[in-house]
């Protein structure tokens, strides 16, 4: 009858794909902002209407939608409609974090979250909760424990390598260096070496390959619109790099780190093809550890590999040097407690005549201290994530969040909890190390790595290189001193681009090692 209805009137095509175009928006927002389940909760009536209102402040802004939130918490209290299907909640004592970020209950994650990475055949990417228990625990056996032990002479040589760097630098009268940059080189050098057994050898670059560092903020920095578009992703693989340089230079880099990694799978993967499965040695990078579990055959396909290879080589580069450079700057910048670091290191090693073990270094509380206090103020990702309880409901306080709800949560509002963390603004390693447990009990409302099922696989890895690191560095150089550094400028988060960031004036942490301080030799923990 509709259509008899429509074909009668006397009007253009165009005007009735507006007019009906118009009805269904309307219909749609009516339906959002008073039919749906989510309708009960407080927030803005714009945001809950559309997400137009998330890519003007993740894209026009500029990833200022994390500040947004928390504006409307401080309005509207801890749970917040931020769009037509999300809500968010800052939790008021920390618990009920481990219920959304749960370790055994069943979790999926976004879609709207994870597509915006194109990296939906990995474990990180995955939606399905039972499809990530199968991705994970293939990969679980590589970064186990043991692994990271038999790792350490590896991490150490490489910072044998960034030791000579800085003094090649010192010695040449080059001024301060970039720490961000150079430390970058350093986790680079790592995780490739850790999961692909050979390192990309940036540290040997001249000038600390500052390309590779763009290349990984403008990935995240791409996501902002992939997020809303996601279809933007393979559209731009399938152009020449003339045309997508053209459109966007720095994505032209993404793509050929993304194409670097799948050149060394299909090498592994012709590789395997031709070896005899009886010669097959034990796993010697990630991908052989995936070929070689009990996953089907279509987990162990190109394009599932490479996707991991290349979250994997993502979240051990950047995330490790942010916690590096942070932690070093929160250390120049208060004496004290450098002063108390480079004494409980020297008392440790006195007497010894071989560098402190990583597990000996693991157990000083004071440097243990350090390391989760610049964890804790870098965040691991200024992004909020999400989790969905597909069927069970959640209550927090008086309110029943229904089954299938995306729920996010973020590091910035956990860590900047008062009640959890006095003063959290401040760098104090002593809210850890003095307190009678080491700080284990506090570690429970740390969430750089996030919790439950799906918390980084790569996190004692990271842990690992940042006690090293740390150690190393200011047990080796007496005479560290920051440079043409403002923390509003510098340091402070000014934008969350899924990694944080400072302001776009902003030139770094920049360190000068001064010709006249060194300590011991680059062998000294």
Same mark, same amino acid.
């Given at each position: 009858?509709?259509?008899?209805? &429509?074909?009668?009137?006397?009007?253009?095509?165009?005007?009735?794909?507006?007019?009906?175009?118009?009805?269904?928006?309307?219909?749609?927002?009516?339906?959002?902002?008073?039919?749906?389940?989510?309708?009960?909760?407080?927030?803005?009536?714009?945001?809950?209407?559309?997400?137009?209102?998330?890519?003007?402040? %993740?894209? &026009?802004?500029?990833?200022?939608?994390?500040?947004?939130?928390? %504006?409307?918490?401080?309005?509207? !209290?801890?749970?917040?409609?931020?769009?037509?299907? %999300?809500?968010?909640?800052?939790?008021?004592? !920390?618990?009920?974090?481990?219920?959304?970020?749960? !370790?055994?209950?069943?979790?999926?994650?976004?879609?709207?979250?994870t597509a915006q990475?194109?990296?939906?055949?990995?474990?990180?990417?995955?939606?399905?909760?039972?499809?990530?228990?199968?991705?994970?625990?293939?990969?679980?056996?590589?970064?186990?424990?043991?692994? &990271?032990?038999? /790792?350490?002479?590896?991490?150490?040589?490489?910072?044998?390598?960034?030791?000579?760097?800085?003094d090649q630098y010192?010695?040449?009268?080059? +001024?301060?260096?970039?720490?961000?940059?150079?430390?970058?080189?350093?986790?680079?050098?790592?995780?490739?070496?850790?999961?692909?057994?050979?390192?990309?050898?940036? @540290?040997?670059?001249?000038?600390?390959?500052?390309?590779?560092?763009?290349?990984?903020?403008?990935?995240?920095?791409?996501?902002?619109?992939?997020?809303? /578009?996601?279809? @933007?992703?393979?559209?731009?693989?399938?152009?020449?790099?003339?045309?997508?340089?053209?459109?966007?230079?720095?994505?032209?880099?993404?793509?050929?780190?993304?194409?670097?990694?799948?050149?060394?799978v299909e090498d592994?993967?012709?590789?395997?093809?031709?070896?005899?499965?009886?010669?097959?040695?034990?796993?010697?990078?990630? /991908?052989?550890?995936?070929?070689?579990?009990?996953?089907?055959?279509?987990?162990?396909?190109?394009?599932?590999?490479?996707?991991?290879?290349?979250?994997?080589?993502?979240?051990?580069?950047?995330?490790?040097?942010?916690?590096?450079?942070?932690?070093?700057?929160?250390?120049?910048?208060?004496?004290?407690?450098?002063?108390?670091?480079?004494?409980? @290191?020297?008392?440790?090693?006195?007497?010894?005549?071989?560098?402190?073990?990583?597990?000996?270094?693991?157990?000083?509380?004071?440097?243990?201290?350090?390391? @989760?206090? +610049?964890?804790?103020?870098?965040? !691991?990702?200024?992004?909020?994530?999400?989790?969905?309880?597909?069927?069970?409901?959640?209550?927090?306080?008086?309110?029943? &969040?229904?089954? +299938?709800?995306?729920?996010?949560?973020?590091?910035?509002?956990?860590?900047?909890?008062?009640?959890?963390?006095?003063?959290?603004?401040?760098?104090?390693?002593?809210?850890?190390?003095?307190?009678?447990?080491? +700080?284990?009990?506090?570690?429970?409302?740390?969430?750089?790595?996030?919790?439950?099922?799906?918390?980084?696989?790569?996190?004692?890895?990271?842990?690992?290189?940042?006690?090293?690191?740390?150690?190393?560095?200011?047990?080796?150089?007496?005479?560290?001193?920051?440079?043409?550094?403002?923390?509003?400028?510098?340091?402070?988060?000014?934008?969350?681009?899924?990694?944080?960031?400072?302001?776009?004036?902003?030139?770094?942490?920049?360190?000068?090692?001064?010709?006249?301080?060194?300590?011991?030799?680059?062998?000294?923990?």
């Amino acid at each position: 009858m509709l259509y008899f209805f &429509i074909s009668g009137l006397d009007v253009s095509p165009v005007l009735l794909l507006v007019c009906l175009l118009v009805v269904y928006w309307a219909s749609l927002v009516i339906f959002r902002l008073y039919l749906s389940p989510l309708s009960k909760f407080p927030g803005s009536k714009l945001a809950a209407a559309t997400l137009w209102y998330e890519f003007y402040y %993740e894209v &026009i802004q500029r990833g200022q939608f994390s500040f947004k939130i928390r %504006e409307w918490h401080e309005q509207y !209290g801890p749970v917040v409609r931020i769009n037509p299907f %999300e809500i968010h909640v800052d939790d008021p004592d !920390g618990e009920f974090y481990h219920v959304v970020f749960a !370790g055994t209950a069943v979790r999926d994650k976004h879609e709207y979250y994870t597509a915006q990475f194109g990296t939906g055949k990995t474990g990180f990417g995955t939606v399905s909760h039972y499809l990530h228990r199968v991705r994970r625990r293939a990969l679980n056996p590589f970064f186990q424990p043991a692994s &990271i032990l038999q /790792f350490e002479p590896v991490i150490r040589a490489n910072l044998a390598k960034l030791c000579e760097r800085i003094d090649q630098y010192r010695k040449a009268d080059l +001024g301060a260096m970039p720490m961000r940059i150079v430390y970058m080189c350093l986790t680079t050098d790592v995780i490739t070496s850790f999961a692909l057994n050979y390192s990309w050898n940036h @540290l040997d670059s001249p000038d600390f390959n500052p390309w590779w560092w763009h290349t990984t903020q403008n990935t995240a920095a791409m996501s902002k619109w992939t997020k809303q /578009f996601p279809w @933007l992703l393979p559209i731009f693989k399938s152009l020449p790099d003339v045309i997508v340089g053209t459109l966007n230079p720095a994505l032209v880099l993404v793509l050929h780190m993304q194409r670097k990694i799948k050149n060394i799978v299909e090498d592994i993967l012709e590789e395997n093809r031709k070896q005899d499965p009886t010669e097959l040695e034990a796993p010697r990078t990630i /991908f052989h550890q995936l070929l070689d579990s009990d996953m089907p055959p279509k987990e162990k396909q190109l394009e599932n590999l490479w996707q991991e290879g290349q979250n994997v080589l993502g979240a051990g580069a950047d995330t490790v040097a942010l916690v590096l450079t942070l932690t070093t700057y929160y250390l120049l910048e208060n004496p004290s407690k450098l002063l108390k670091l480079k004494n409980e @290191l020297k008392a440790a090693s006195k007497d010894k005549d071989s560098p402190l073990s990583l597990v000996e270094l693991q157990s000083l509380p004071y440097l243990t201290g350090v390391v @989760l206090e +610049g964890l804790r103020l870098s965040y !691991g990702t200024t992004t909020r994530l999400t989790r969905i309880a597909p069927t069970e409901d959640l209550k927090l306080q008086d309110l029943v &969040i229904p089954a +299938g709800t995306p729920i996010s949560m973020s590091a910035i509002c956990m860590h900047h909890n008062e009640q959890i963390f006095p003063d959290s603004h401040s760098f104090t390693p002593e809210r850890w190390s003095d307190q009678p447990d080491g +700080g284990k009990a506090l570690e429970r409302y740390m969430v750089s790595f996030s919790k439950g099922s799906r918390q980084c696989i790569g996190m004692g890895l990271a842990k690992a290189e940042i006690i090293l690191t740390i150690a190393t560095i200011f047990t080796r150089y007496d005479n560290m001193e920051l440079v043409d550094m403002d923390f509003e400028r510098d340091v402070a988060l000014k934008h969350d681009m899924f990694l944080p960031q400072p302001s776009k004036e902003s030139r770094g942490v920049r360190v000068l090692f001064k010709a006249n301080g060194t300590g011991t030799d680059s062998g000294s923990n």
